[in-house]
């Protein structure tokens, strides 16, 4: 697995020069970022859509590279981004550690390198810095970040709205070590001849059809399952085969795209991989975004708020707020910031009792966002500030 991972990560650094100096393609609105957490400085990349303007609530998607590659291999070779510009959501491509993800190959399951914490930390900052939707929060992946999507569905399943996996899977350990306590719609494109990571079950990982009906069961889907054949739109010897499973609890749904002789690709990319077959009937990246648009998360959790008693869960009322606000079961000495979608800080208070008046006459009509700091948590609430 690791050496043809190696061999396939070499063969995209070839194509990716090659087409970035041949047709000038950069991205302008992509913005690097570090963010240190457990220790460790982490890096990702940040896609804002062309129409991003702060005023309104979007959708958040991570996007997840595969063992060997990185944030902008990943930015690239999924061309996502256009899809974004469409659509209207943001993009996130975080760097794994070492090229890779601690998505449950290793036993402890709980040791190594925390990267459900770094992701949970890194949504915080995010919805702190931009106007997200947290029930609008997605988790995708190639390979080694198909895998961690999964572990996203089981262990962030309380924020992460819906996955898909393009080319991965999910291990063994991962499936005795699952923590999912709702209905996670799930998406799952694979190649039958997938070199990398099977089809079937494996050693290191277990095959697709175990997969799908591990999340049949999670999720309760009780219909028949509904199969349909794409168009063979391109010659490229691979067809598209789909594999739809209702009547989920709370309306979820499993889905499977088949790509029949597909290798270790990700459908409708820029380029095609020596020795494996990329289905180009269809566009992965859409298709995600097509299953993605369909669920919202029922009752996101925000940060901290599962470490913190259930009477020091800030609160701000009323909201939205027109003349002031006030910040309800808050600690003497917590600390809040108020945030404008820019990211500026433009107002910060510490408290001396157990609620905190915001006269709002200083600020301009809109979307802020307030942390508070208290007891070692950290919690943002969303806040609307309104005109006359």
Known sequence: MKNLSIRICGWFHVFCLAIVLSSGVCFAQTQVYSLNFGGLTRSYRLYLPANYTGTTAVPLVFNLHGYTSNAFQQEFYSGMNAVADTAGFILCYPDGVNSSWNSGFSSPYYGGVNDVGFLSTLLDSLLANYNIDAARVYSCGMSNGGFMSYRLACDLESRIAAIASVTGSMTTLQLSNCQ?????????????????????????????????????????????????????????????????????????????????????????????????????????????????????????????????????????????????????????????????????????????????????????????????????????????????
């Open 180 to 388: 999912a306590t709702r209905a996670v719609p799930v998406l799952e494109i694979h190649g039958t001849n997938d070199g990398t990571v099977s089809y079937g079950n494996s050693g290191l990982s277990m095959g697709i059809d175990s997969v799908l009906g591990y999340w049949r069961s999670v999720n309760g889907c009780t219909a028949p399952p509904v199969y349909d054949t794409l168009p063979d739109l391109v010659q490229e010897q691979s067809t598209v085969t789909t594999q739809w499973y209702g009547g989920c609890t709370d309306n979820v749904e499993v889905a499977h795209y088949k790509i029949e002789n597909g290798g270790h690709t990700w459908p409708g990319a820029p380029f095609q991989i020596p020795g494996a077959v990329t289905n180009m009937d269809i566009n992965a990246s859409v298709e995600i975004w097509k299953f993605f648009y369909r669920f919202s998360h029922p009752n996101p959790v925000l940060t901290g708020l599962s470490s913190l008693p259930r009477n020091l869960v800030p609160t701000v009322v009323p909201n939205p707020a027109k003349d002031r606000f006030r910040v309800l079961n808050i600690l003497e000495g917590a600390q809040l910031t108020l945030i404008d979608v820019t990211g500026k800080a433009v107002g910060t208070w510490q408290t001396n009792a157990a609620d905190l008046e915001i006269e709002t006459a200083a600020f301009v009509p809109g979307i802020y966002f307030l942390k508070v700091n208290q007891d070692g948590a950290t919690t943002t609430n969303k806040v609307l500030i309104a005109g006359e």
